[in-house]
């Protein structure tokens, strides 16, 4: 199976600082990359579906200028939370699908703490 | 507004025995639903998935099952072994695997020794 990858893995920040993550598909291209949200004990929610070469589309109720998405090559998205506050502490998770597979490969997942 | 739920937020079984997950959606547009494995800080693994022209889908010890008039499926692990102790979710899609998936609110199996 594909391999999809995220950097940082855990991060704290002051609140009102900007936080970026990527999200790499390492074996594949991905002109297409989903960013999920996951707080604790509950489901992951689909934030924004990440296209290389166009604008992001946000899911309702996602705030598209707080979380400003870039998808500027085949294999990298990245996710910027904007002015973080303590109430966008959360585990982000990427995807990615492949051609030829009919499902998509997750990435580990970045833990943001906003202080 | 939950278009993918489990109802049961966790499941407790015995080494060896059945584990039974279930899943209901609304959506009557979803047409391929998966299921993946999580474990804490980390990301969704797949499991196996199904689409609804099948009502059902075997890989070794996982099935499973799909009532698409019931809008209900479910996955069964057999025999169950303790590393099979994790959260499950039930996904489903519109179009297929690769487009986006909306997940259930996920079931956390222990099988116990």
């Known amino acids: 199976g ?114 | 507004d939950q278009q993918v739920k489990q109802n049961s937020p966790s499941l407790s079984v015995q080494e060896g025995r059945i584990s039974i997950l279930n899943c209901d959606y609304t959506n009557s547009m979803f047409d391929y639903f998966l299921w993946y494995k999580k474990y804490p800080a980390e990301g969704p693994t797949f499991l196996i998935s199904i689409s609804s022209i099948k009502d059902k889908n075997e890989d070794g010890r996982f099935t499973v099952f799909l009532n698409k008039s019931a809008k209900h499926l479910s996955l069964h692990i057999v025999p169950s072994q303790p590393g099979d102790s994790a959260v499950y979710f039930c996904a489903a899609s519109a179009g297929g695997g690769y487009q986006k998936v909306t997940f259930g609110t996920g079931t956390k199996l222990q099988v116990i020794p």
């Open chain 1, 2 to 115: 594909a391999v999809v990858s995220q950097h940082p893995s855990w991060v704290i920040c002051k609140s009102g600082t900007s936080v970026k993550i990527e999200c790499r598909s390492l074996d594949f291209q991905a002109t297409t990359m989903f960013w999920y949200r996951q707080f604790p004990k509950q489901s992951l929610m689909l934030m924004a579906t990440s296209n290389e070469g166009s604008k992001a589309t946000y899911e309702q109720g996602v705030e598209k200028d707080k979380f400003l998405i870039n998808h500027a090559s085949l294999t990298l998205s990245t996710l910027t939370v904007t002015s973080a506050h303590p109430e966008d502490s959360s585990f982000y998770i990427c995807s990615a699908p492949q051609q030829g597979y009919n499902e998509q490969f997750f990435g580990p997942g970045t833990r943001l703490t906003v202080l």
